[in-house]
Every structure is written in C-alpha cells, then in structure tokens.
Antibody, heavy 117, light 107 residues
C-alpha cells in the first residue's frame, strides 16, 4: 500500500524559504503512470494546488506561485521536494503531498508550516 | 484558469437524508473531475474519480454524475461518519483547481 509522508520545519521566518520533502513508501516514485504533487490548505480555508512533477522531471507550477516555487524529485531516495521562497504569513498552511493521476490519491497526512518571526 | 463553483457552501442534514452537492466549472472539463471528503485534522480522501467512478473501498451510497460543466455528488443515505467537508477538483487543465468546499453538518 502506497504511503506518503511530508517532513520539514514547522516554523519558517518571513522572507526565508520553506522546504519540505515527501517520502514515498510501499511503491516506486519512478512510474510513468503518475505524477507527484503538492497541495496546501491555510487554516480554516480551502485547498490550493501548488504544482506537480514526474519522476523524470518536467515540473509544472500554479501561476499564482510560479515565481517562488521549485519542485524537484530524487528517485534514488524515492522522494520529491518543495521549496517556496520569500514566504509571508499568507503562506502559513498545512502542506500535503499526493500521488497524481486523474486527481490525487493517496495523500500524505499533511504538515503544518507556520510563517512567523 | 478554470473556476470551480461549489454549492452549497454548507448544509445541515439528518442521518438517513439524501444529500446532493454541486460543482459548476467555468468552462467544459469533460469528465475530468473528482470528489474528495475531508474530516477535521485529516487529509482529503478521494471518493469519486472521472466524475462518476467510485474509488475502491468507498461505500456505494456515494455517487457522482455529470459531464462538461455541471457535476453532482450524491450521498443516498447520510451516515454519521459522512459528516465532513467535501471538495471537487478539476484536472482537465492547469492550474488544477478545487471547489470552495461544502461542509455537511448534523441537523
């Protein structure tokens, strides 16, 4: 059974870079049938798609975040990562990673990242 | 961007009620839509994919329909464990976009 787990700092200072990693277990990230995505949810609000990547690369980002986002993949570690630069309080959210193919399934449990000094 | 308008934003219902939630796309998305259930403090869980296909393991009281711009999620007989927030997601074109959510509460 495929499982995803987000990891990274829970607190990031304003103007710094948020960095998260999603570790995939129970299956290989190196499948051409799927892509790997990041989604976030500010406290008490709805879901926002951040971007996705294939195991071979080819990232695609939400234009609303494109200038600040980088998604990368490390097939040797069965992981993919999210970097979000120049963060502000508006980037405070639960960040989810998920496997993509006609939507997303399964999802990681999510990790809360708070942007505060 | 394709806008997904979900309605209602909230509803209250009783156990055993039939519940219908709607998502309207700002342009045609074929059947490239899924429905997700989210309980407090948990990750979303996909219930329906390709507008009407039931995810493995999801109870048959959940069903989806629609194509193009109008989609519905129906819960035929609401159960206590179904009280949650529901979202639609279109994956027809980038950026992928979610509906605003529908919170289903106990009446």
């Amino acid at each position: 059974q495929l499982q995803l787990q987000e990891s990274g700092p829970g607190l990031v200072r304003p103007s710094e870079t948020l960095s998260l990693t999603c570790s995939v277990s129970g299956g290989s990230i190196s499948s051409s049938n799927y892509h790997w995505g990041w989604i976030r949810q500010p406290p008490g609000k709805g879901l926002e798609w951040i971007g996705r990547i294939y195991y071979s690369g080819s990232p695609y980002y939400n234009p609303s975040l494109k200038s600040r986002v980088t998604i990368s993949v490390d097939t040797s570690k069965n992981q993919f990562s999210l970097n979000l630069s120049s963060v502000t309080a508006a980037d405070t959210a639960v960040y989810y990673c998920a496997r993509g193919a006609a939507g997303f399934d399964p999802w990681g449990q999510g990790t809360l990242v708070t942007v505060s000094s | 961007d394709i806008q997904m308008t979900q309605s209602p934003s909230s509803l209250s219902a009783s156990v055993g009620d039939r519940v219908t939630i709607t998502c309207r796309a700002s342009q045609g998305i074929r059947n490239d839509l899924g429905w997700y259930q989210q309980k407090p403090g948990k990750a979303p869980k996909r219930l329906i994919y390709a507008a009407s296909s039931l995810q493995t393991g999801v109870p048959s009281r959940f069903s989806g329909s629609g194509s193009g711009t109008e989609f519905t999620l129906t819960i035929s007989s609401l159960q206590p464990e179904d009280f949650a927030t529901y979202y639609c997601l279109q994956h027809n074109s980038y950026p992928l976009t979610f509906g605003g959510g529908t919170k289903v509460a106990i009446k």
